[in-house]
């Protein structure tokens, strides 16, 4: 039987790529391994998998856009309220955290995100960056 889960089948652990304990310093890692280990480690803590599990993961990409919006309005002062609250670095750091969410998010939807990623970067270069002569 199949299922039509994207992710829902688990994905053989590589040896090479390692399994970073809770806390471990993750920066010798290589982004991609980086993405999945986070995935391995949400597969194992989330508290709905499934279908629902999935549509949770993705929708957690609205709630971190909603965080850059608030940084940014806090970097502007625009909250007459609030004032200035937050500074143009945690916008970035923000940015930062929705790119990383999307990573995963993608993760959970192929065992092949780097592949997926590099084709439609490719795609899109193409179209964006080449020159009519």
Known sequence: MTSDIPG?????????????????????LLP????DALWRWLEREQPVGGREGLLLR???LSEEV???AEAVI??????????????WDDVGA???DVALTALVALRTL??????????HLARVADRSLTTDS
Do not use: I, Y
Not at 13 to 27: E, H, L, N, R, Y
Not at 74 to 87: E, L, V
């Open 110 to 119: 192929t065992p092949e995100p780097g592949r997926v990623f590099a084709h």
């Open 58 to 60: 993705v929708l957690k």
């Open 32 to 35: 991609w391994e980086t993405v």
């Open 66 to 68: 909603g965080e850059v």
């Open 74 to 87: 806090g970097a502007t002062g625009q909250n007459p309220r609030k004032g200035t609250t937050h500074t």
């Open 8 to 28: 829902d089948a688990p994905s053989a652990p590589s040896a090479a790529v390692p399994s970073p304990a809770a806390g471990a310093d993750t920066a010798g």
């Open 94 to 96: 923000e940015l930062c």
